[in-house]
Nanobody
Framework: HVQLVESGGDSVQAGGSLKLSCAGS??????????MAWFRQAPGKQREAVAT??????AVWYADSVQDRFIITRARNEIYLQMDNLQPNDSATYYC?????????????????????WGQGTQVTVS
């Protein structure tokens, strides 16, 4: 089955940077595409979408809270999240997620329920 593995989480001071990676056992075919996303969840809070990217042309979406600070990129079956100017409220467990879709070149939805495959999470702590 599809497997996703995140890495790159760490503890940093406010204003610092991290780059998260997600390696996935995803395979391309000619008639469907993938949405991939980063979510995060802090203790006692709901899981929220941070950024999404689709496999057709790389269309992206970002949560307002991370605009101009985070960048999501892709390379085949791997995605990255470059996080700059980290703030304490960015502290959370970050999860990589994936979904098969039939659209092409359209930014992926941020709703959690469309994503069927999830990684184990990687911890980011900002102080």
């Amino acid at each position: 089955h599809v497997q996703l593995v995140e890495s790159g989480g760490d503890s940093v001071q406010a204003g610092g940077s991290l780059k998260l990676s997600c390696a996935g056992s995803l395979y391309s075919d000619g008639r469907s595409w993938w949405c991939m996303a980063w979510f995060r969840q802090a203790p006692g809070k709901q899981r929220e979408a941070v950024a999404t990217i689709e496999s057709g042309v790389g269309a992206v979406w970002y949560a307002d809270s991370v605009q101009d600070r985070f960048i999501i990129t892709r390379a085949r079956n791997e995605i990255y999240l470059q996080m700059d100017n980290l703030q304490p409220n960015d502290s959370a467990t970050y999860y990589c997620a994936a979904a098969r879709v039939v659209s092409y070149g359209v930014p992926c939805l941020a709703r959690e329920n469309i994503y069927k495959f999830w990684g184990q999470g990687t911890q980011v702590t900002v102080s």
